[in-house]
């Protein structure tokens, strides 16, 4: 099953509206990271939070990570037709034999229109 | 500086055939990551590689396999392919083969299987 699950599955704003998209998780991670993909093409990295981190900012996109209810969400404020892409959140697991592994959520499909 | 290379963009094979498909990670990086992306969800796992050993598998079967090289580059061999194995194979590249550093993404193999 997979690890991360985002919400929603698909969202559709108006150029400078704030985009949130939120993921969920089952078991225990190291690390939560988001990612960007354009049209069926490779993954941009966004933004890697620790588990032992709250929130942090980079540019326009503000991640918070919740622990305690395993769930992590992604703002994008005043979005720009340009962010119209799919977003995956992505969680490294604590422990296990699979070393560096990534577990993907089935993304969130973002437009934004101009 | 170039980021993670995969060769070739895209491929067509058919039902039975053997295919290989080819990575370089960014200079400096040694951890090496395989994922499949079927249409409409997010990567799966199949490999990683660091320091030319073999330290996660996924869920695939045995047609699938890898090796990396001491340039640390890496090949994903797929025999007997399947009409299910159709699909986007990203490469995945990493400073080094601890936890919580980023993953940075090649652009992807697109593989059709008719």
């Known amino acids: 099953s997979q690890q991360g699950e985002e919400d929603p599955q698909a969202l559709s704003i108006q150029e400078g509206e704030n985009a949130t998209m939120n993921c969920s998780y089952k078991?225990?991670?190291?690390?939560l990271q988001w990612y960007r993909q354009n049209s069926g093409r490779g993954l941009v990295h966004l933004i890697l939070?620790?588990?032992?981190?709250r929130e942090k900012h980079s540019g326009r996109l503000r991640v918070t990570l919740d622990t305690s209810k395993k769930s992590s969400s992604l703002l994008i404020t005043a979005s720009r037709a340009a962010d119209t892409a799919s977003y995956f959140c992505?969680?490294?697991?604590?422990?296990?034999?699979?070393?560096?592994?990534?577990?993907f959520g089935q993304g969130t499909i973002l437009t934004v229109h101009p | 500086d170039a980021g993670v290379t995969q060769s070739p963009t895209h491929l067509i094979k058919t039902r039975g055939q053997q295919v290989t498909l080819r990575c370089s990670p960014i200079?400096?990086?040694?951890?090496v990551s395989w994922y499949q992306q079927v249409l409409g969800q997010g990567p799966q796992f199949i490999f990683q590689?660091?320091?030319?050993?073999?330290?996660g598998r996924g869920n695939f079967p045995d047609r699938f396999s890898a090796r990396q090289f001491p340039n640390y580059s890496s090949e994903l061999n797929v025999n007997a392919l399947l009409l299910g194995d159709s699909a986007l194979y990203l490469c995945?590249?990493?400073?080094?083969?601890?936890?919580?550093?980023?993953?940075?993404f090649g652009q992807g193999t697109r593989l059709t299987v008719v």
């Open positions: 939070i620790r588990s032992n981190e």
């Open positions: 200079s400096g990086h040694k951890s």
């Open positions: 992505a969680c490294l697991t604590a422990g296990g034999t699979s070393y560096g592994k990534l577990t």
């Open positions: 078991t225990s991670i190291n690390n």
């Open positions: 590689y660091y320091e030319k050993e073999e330290r």
């Open positions: 995945a590249s990493r400073y080094t083969g601890t936890q919580n550093t980023e993953a940075f």
